[in-house]
């Protein structure tokens, strides 16, 4: 006979899924660039324009502090963290550099069950590409269109964190996911690095089709180089 579940254990679930969707509210606030860098966040405030309380919202900002989305000062609360300095955009992409080659390596004897996923994630990426590059051209490019973009590379990415199997990689990669996002939203974007990054995420599919674990490996190093120096080479030209 199964045992009920306690009262307090689906309290427990429910406050959860309430801190999640906080969470996912204001790391959408965050990363569409609603708020500027050292703008103070109030727990009260947000709390207020969310409908919540302020615990949903304090558990949400100790995990968004987690991804270096947000600082914490004592007694004075938290504030939108500041644009990272060359020292910690270098040890970022180290960072990614470690996560992304693991999850390739380990990913690589399940290329089989991943490709079909990975082929659509790619479809996708590829849809969206053409949408902002179309979008760029014509000098207006709508924070939909932007956001859609960076979530379809992500999601190319964390088909292959999760055909890994190592939950841990798989929390990682999404902390630094964030961070990652929202520089790359920050800097001057041109039509270049966003064909340049299609083009290194299918070097990578095409490696997993062959079943190719360690041309995979170097594909996703080739392509992580690269983001690196777009990213770091745009970030000087914006300053």
Not at 166 to 181: Q, V
Not at 195 to 223: P, Y
């Amino acid at each position: 006979m199964t045992t009920p579940l306690p009262l307090r254990g689906v309290s427990e679930l429910e406050r959860r899924g309430l801190r999640d969707r906080v969470y996912d509210l204001i790391l959408a606030m965050l990363l569409e660039g609603d708020v500027e860098p050292g703008s103070r966040l109030s727990i009260d405030t947000l709390a207020k324009q969310l409908d919540v309380s302020p615990t949903p919202v304090r558990e949400a900002m100790v995990q968004l502090e987690r991804t270096g989305l947000v600082t914490r000062e004592a007694l004075k609360g938290y504030r939108v963290a500041p644009p990272l300095g060359p020292d910690q955009l270098a040890e970022l992409f180290e960072a990614r550099m470690m996560l992304e080659l693991e999850a390739a390596r380990l990913a690589g004897p399940r290329a089989e069950a991943l490709v079909p996923d990975l082929r659509r994630a790619h479809a996708t990426h590829e849809a969206c590409a053409d949408r902002i590059v179309a979008a760029m051209e014509r000098g207006d490019v709508p924070v939909s269109v932007t956001r859609d973009y960076f979530e379809a590379d992500n999601a190319f990415h964390r088909r292959i964190f999760a055909a890994a199997g190592n939950r841990y990689l798989l929390a990682m990669h999404s902390d630094l996911g964030a961070l990652t996002h929202r520089l790359r939203q920050a800097v001057l974007r041109g039509t270049s690095d966003v064909e340049e990054a299609h083009a290194e995420h299918e070097a990578i599919l095409h490696a997993f089709e062959r079943s190719d674990a360690a041309g995979a490996v170097e594909a996703m190093r080739a392509h992580i180089d690269g983001v690196r120096a777009r990213s770091i080479g745009e970030e000087r030209a914006a300053r």
